[in-house]
């Protein structure tokens, strides 16, 4: 066997070609996620096979893996969809397009609350493609274009992604890294908050244009004020699972307060209530799970394992045995499926707009939409896994450290954006270079819960361009097959968030060399 790592990190250009390829076809050829991911997935088989050392061993367990990672990825994106096909039919939409417009009569306070606060909010409790499927058919309700309608959100919450889903990344950074949590948590929400700010401003713009956002600054900085205190003060005092949960609803507060023009008559209330009931619902639902331990261990007590086992490439680059564990009625996918059967079951004794023939029709639609969604999502997942499992990820990153030297905090950021963006999961970017990140920072002396910190907000940003993530964004609003139209802007906004980033890291390093000297 030929064990060479140092020829596997000059490899990077052939690692990269995949998800180049990708990019090209999604954002210049304009094909559709699901064709381009597997041409993308042939490319990553292909390169990893002849150049990499995967021989068929790797590939079979890299493509099992694949399959496993959807599965936990598919129920919550058909879960998704199904809860809004809910709340549509049933008019709560139609309801909340009606009454927001009074609490907040400005389109840009109004993008600001429910495409930057609230989305925070959701990612908070649901996490994957849910903030963006649940919101961008409320902005598109209130007249912003769909394309408008998914960039918003899919901007406003990248911040809160991190400790999203009851903070599920951050957790995954500590098991990766054998750091404290209560040393890591301080660092990763200061950045972050701050970086939200970025996401506000961004979500802004791309509602209603600088002009616009100009007349909103003061909405967003005590918008943002309010988030980024809130989620630095949650997870500083051990309270990370709830962090981006109280930082969201905190942005909604004063986004409603400073948007209010007059105190709302109990009718815009009643029609306000009735709109939000169905995420009451989901809310409620998802945060009793999750914090109230007898009833998360019943649902968990039929749990499925499936071992995978340790694998090592002709270069050397080895996965160890790992066991799938999936609990099928406990799984966020599943919760969602309840919130929509009890949403359903709300709206009809409430006197909704649901009609007899209204469960078929949801369920006519969901599937629909959701076929050519999945063969996306399938194509993304598998391609991800087999990169990941040939080491062809590994070589992008030991390939940008390596080059940055005693500048690595530089390229940080950029590392977690490049594991997330690859899989579409802040989690698994942080499980896949965590690692490297904190034993590199060590090395050169570096401050690491700073560099992990930055590996958070890369791996944040990130996650929500993903191609992965992006098919899950637009499904809901019938844009399927346009995912590059959302791609390019959205890539645009995030890679500028990233690039301030690196400055200002740059500026805090070039400051402590004048101040050493």
């Known amino acids: 066997m030929l064990y060479c790592p140092p020829l596997m990190t000059a490899l990077w250009p052939l690692a990269a070609f995949p998800v180049l390829l990708v990019v090209l076809l999604m954002t210049v050829l304009h094909w559709p996620a699901a064709r381009a991911g597997l041409v993308g997935l042939l490319a990553a088989m292909i390169v990893s096979a ?50 927001l417009p009074v609490l907040t009569p400005s389109r840009g306070l109004q993008a600001l609350v429910i495409g930057w606060a609230f989305a925070s909010f959701l990612q908070g409790v649901g996490g994957f493609g849910v903030p963006v499927a649940v919101t961008a058919p409320i902005l598109a309700g209130l007249g912003f274009p769909p394309l408008t ?78 988030m980024g205190l809130s989620l630095y003060a949650l997870a500083s005092l051990g309270l990370w699972p709830i962090a981006s949960v109280g930082a969201g609803l905190a942005g909604m507060a004063v986004g409603l307060i400073m948007g209010g023009r007059r105190v709302p008559d109990r009718g815009i209330l009643k029609r306000l209530g009735f709109g939000l009931m169905g995420y009451f619902v989901l809310v409620g639902l998802v945060s009793l799970v999750q914090f109230v331990p007898p009833l998360r261990n019943v649902l968990h007590l039929w749990t499925l394992g499936v071992p995978l086992p340790s694998t090592i490439t002709l270069l050397g680059h080895s996965m160890p045995a790992v066991t799938y564990c999936y609990a099928p009625l406990g799984h966020t996918g599943m919760l969602l499926a309840y919130a929509a059967l009890l949403a359903y079951v709300l709206y009809m004794w409430k006197g909704s707009a649901l009609s007899s023939g209204s469960s078929r029709r949801i369920a006519t639609d969901t599937a629909k939409t959701m076929v050519p969604v999945t063969l996306g999502i399938l194509a993304m997942v598998a391609m991800a896994a087999v990169m990941e499992q040939a080491g062809m990820i590994q070589s992008l990153a030991e390939a940008l450290g390596g080059a940055a030297g005693s500048g690595f905090a530089l390229v940080s950021p950029w590392i977690g954006a490049l594991g997330a963006f690859v899989t579409g999961s802040n989690t698994s970017s942080n499980l896949m270079f965590g690692a490297l990140q904190a034993d590199t920072a060590g090395l050169l002396g570096l401050d690491i819960p700073l560099v992990l910190a930055l590996q958070n907000v890369g791996g944040a940003l990130g996650s929500v361009v993903s191609p992965t993530k992006v098919i899950v964004a637009v499904s809901t609003l019938g844009l399927a097959g346009q995912e590059g139209r959302v791609m390019r802007p959205l890539a645009v906004t995030l890679g500028v968030l990233l690039l301030l980033t690196t400055l200002a890291v740059g500026l805090g390093l070039l400051l402590a060399v004048v101040q050493s000297a």
Not at 61 to 78: K, N, S, T, Y
Not at 181 to 197: C, D, E, F, M, T
């Open 50 to 99: 002849a150049w990499f050392g995967a021989g068929l061993p790797v590939l079979s367990v890299a493509l099992a893996r694949g399959g496993l990672m959807a599965l936990d990825v598919l129920p919550i994106v058909w879960g998704a969809y199904a809860f809004y096909r809910v709340t549509a039919e049933a008019g709560a939409i139609d309801a909340l397009t009606e009454a």
């Open 149 to 226: 309608a998914v960039l918003v959100p899919s901007i406003g919450h990248a911040w809160a992604v991190t400790f999203g889903s009851l903070a599920s990344a951050f957790v995954a950074m500590v098991a990766a890294t054998g750091e404290p949590a209560s040393r890591l948590a301080p660092a990763s929400a200061l950045v972050l908050g701050i970086v939200g700010v970025g996401c506000g401003i961004g979500a802004a713009q791309a509602a209603t244009g600088w002009r616009e956002t100009a007349r909103h600054c003061l909405a967003i900085a005590g918008m943002g004020a309010a």
